[in-house]
């Protein structure tokens, strides 16, 4: 069974920088598209970026200009590289993609800005 798995989160002052990273493992598995969201507590889960399938991404309008999302050549790992961070950047990140018709998500990464 295929999972996604994140690293990268952690705790960073304003305007500081993360990069995350979302792994599918478990077998040899190629995903064309996979999408970074967050969580806080009291508020739905968003879409942060996304990698479609045809190479095309989008963003957050709150992210737009500071987050870039990429993948390996594998098409097995999505990154989320983070610059220029918020406190309101401030959530649970998990990653997300359609594996053999399922729809999967990670377990999720901590990411907080603060003095």
């Known amino acids: 069974q295929v999972q996604l798995v994140e690293s990268g989160g952690g705790s960073v002052q304003p305007g500081g920088s993360l990069r995350l990273s979302c792994t599918a493992s478990?077998?040899?598995?190629?995903?064309?598209?996979m999408a970074w969201y967050r969580q806080t507590p009291g508020k739905e889960r968003e879409l942060v970026a996304i990698?479609?399938?045809?190479?095309?991404?989008d963003y957050a309008e709150s992210v737009k200009g500071r987050f870039t999302i990429s993948r390996d050549r594998a098409w097995s790992t999505a990154y989320l590289q983070m610059n220029s961070l918020k406190p309101e950047d401030t959530a649970v990140y998990y990653c997300?993609?359609?594996?053999?018709?399922?729809?999967?998500w990670g377990q999720g990464t901590q990411v907080t800005v603060s003095e």
């Open positions: 997300r993609a359609v594996i053999f018709g399922r729809d999967v």
């Open positions: 990698f479609k399938a045809d190479r095309s991404t």
């Open positions: 478990g077998r040899s598995v190629t995903v064309p598209s």
